[in-house]
């Protein structure tokens, strides 16, 4: 029987926690990347064993970054709500320990007391924004788990009573996570270049903040609508904008790919 969004009483709410939690393992994987090549560099200038600390600040971090990466996509999905319950209880734990891993390193910078309040008040909005609001949403949005499969219709014309079945696939929504780790990552390379220089008055720096930025939130709002399957010239928007990074230019290539093959899956 197909169903509308409608009436199957589908919202905005687990593929919002699902955006939240991916840009959330996608910060804390990067956190946790940088500080477990810091620990080798200096366990191979040191000579001093690392089994002491790489099962607790590496593999613990992996595992809860596995699952909430796993949480989120199942969230999107919206099947098995307890498993996108635990992926979105795992992030907070996960996003923290990434951030007291590099904790020391981000407050030894030479920043003013006032860049580093800055700091701190930052993480502080970014942790409690991507960790409890997934959350809660995840809570509101119970009933909304483990429905029958369902496909979206269409009228071929005005006036026409026959109806075109669109079977979704997996192609928007990889295409939407691609954008949106892409997006977060740009974030992340933005308030990395503010924190280190402090100052933006050389026109070289204040390009490239502005680019990565702009292009970071085109990017992460174009992965949404991808997975939301709606307003499609803004989901290609957001590839291509993925694709203008010499960092992660493969997937926004991927991504316009999908989005372009996934055309007739948007409304």
Not at 14 to 28: E, K, Q, S, V
Not at 36 to 47: L, M, N
Not at 165 to 183: C, D, F, M, N, S
Not at 249 to 259: H, V, Y
Request: aromatic share 14%.
């Amino acid at each position: 029987m197909v169903t509308s969004d409608q009436q199957v009483g589908k919202t905005w709410k687990p593929t919002a926690a699902g955006t939240l939690d991916i840009i959330c393992a996608a910060l804390g994987s990067v956190l946790t990347a940088i500080f477990t090549v810091a620990i080798i560099q200096e366990s191979q200038s040191t000579g001093k064993s690392l089994d002491s600390v790489f099962f607790s600040y590496v593999i613990i971090p992996i595992l809860l970054g596995a699952l909430t990466f796993a949480g989120a996509i199942l969230a999107l999905k919206r099947k098995r709500w307890w498993l996108a319950f635990i992926g979105s209880i795992c992030a907070p734990f996960f996003l923290s320990m990434a951030i007291i891993e590099n904790g020391l390193t981000i407050l030894n910078l030479p920043l003013t007391p006032t860049y580093k309040y800055i700091v701190i008040l930052s993480i502080f909005v970014l942790f409690a924004t991507l960790t409890l609001i997934p959350l809660v949403l995840i809570i509101l949005a119970r009933n909304e788990f483990d429905r029958a499969e369902y496909t979206d219709v269409k009228l071929v014309s005005p006036g026409d009573l026959e109806y075109r079945q669109t079977v979704k696939t997996w192609k928007p929504t990889v295409a939407g996570i691609l954008e949106i780790i892409t997006g977060a990552l740009n974030l992340f390379s933005v308030l990395f270049i503010f924190f280190i220089y402090q100052s933006l008055q050389d026109l070289p720096k204040f390009i490239i903040v502005m680019w990565l930025g702009t292009f970071g939130i085109l990017a992460i709002v174009g992965g949404f609508f991808s997975l939301r399957r709606k307003r499609w010239p803004l989901s290609l928007s957001g590839s291509v904008v993925s694709f203008f990074n010499p960092w992660t230019w493969e997937m926004g290539l991927a991504a316009i790919i999908l989005t372009v093959l996934s055309r007739d899956e948007f409304r």
